[in-house]
């Protein structure tokens, strides 16, 4: 059964919004978070990651949000640029071990 | 930029016919990942090795095979290919240490299997 679940499956957002991207899991033994961006014909590349001892982490313009009583966790992407265009995969680990991917959200943003 | 390399990149090839994926990294990395990806689906892990000598099925069961003789090499075996096996097949690598654990992936093979 899927661990990690995204959503949406696919967002448009116009260039200088804000793009937020869900996932939801139900293992509570997971104890890291990634944020993978994958361009097309590349392999994903890590954006972002939280562990759950806080509630959010901010690199630029983007940031994780976590709700650790909810088993939730977000990606928000600031000031969307064309250049953000790509899909991006939540994902959970426990103990550095046994990385559970969610299904993918392709982001488009227009100019 | 990762240095982890997948050829090849395409691959169309008949039923039936055995094909090998390679994987090498160079970034001396003992984990080594397969994931099997379907657009709009997440990221399947069919096989992984924790180092020389060791590898291991994942989650989605797969016809393939793996081996791991050198620390930078992960191939992946099809003995026979089937129309089922189209799919892209990524392949990734990580250290053991640290905080951050950052798998680092490679661009892909596509395979289409006639």
């Known amino acids: 059964q899927q661990q990690v679940k995204q959503s949406p499956q696919s967002l448009i957002v116009q260039k200088g919004g804000i793009s937020i991207i869900n996932c939801a899991y139900e293992?509570?033994?997971?104890?890291?978070f990634p944020w993978y961006q994958q361009f097309p014909g590349k392999g994903p590349a890590l954006l972002i990651a939280?562990?759950?001892?806080?509630s959010e982490k901010k690199e630029g313009r983007f940031t994780i949000s976590f709700n650790k009583s909810a088993k939730q966790f977000s990606l928000h992407i600031m000031d969307s640029q064309p250049g953000d265009s790509a899909t991006y995969f939540c994902?959970?680990?426990?103990?550095?071990?046994?990385?559970?991917f969610g299904a993918g959200t392709r982001l488009t943003v227009k100019p | 930029e990762a240095d982890i390399y997948q050829t090849p990149r395409y691959l169309v090839i008949g039923t039936g016919k055995k094909i090998t994926l390679e994987c090498s990294q160079t970034m001396g990395h003992d984990k080594m990942y397969w994931y099997q990806q379907d657009p709009g689906m997440e990221l399947h892990l069919i096989h992984y090795s924790y180092g020389v000598n060791s590898t291991e099925k994942g989650d989605l069961s797969s016809e393939s095979t793996v081996s791991r003789i050198r620390t930078e090499h992960f191939p992946l075996t099809l003995e026979s290919a089937r129309p089922s096996h189209t799919s892209q097949y990524l392949c990734?690598?990580?250290?053991?240490?640290?905080?951050?654990?950052?798998?680092?992936f490679g661009p892909g093979t596509r395979l289409t299997v006639t």
């Open positions: 939280i562990r759950p001892d806080v």
């Open positions: 990734a690598s990580s250290t053991s240490d640290g905080l951050v654990v950052e798998q680092y």
């Open positions: 293992n509570t033994a997971f104890d890291y």
């Open positions: 994902a959970a680990s426990i103990r550095n071990n046994d990385m559970r």
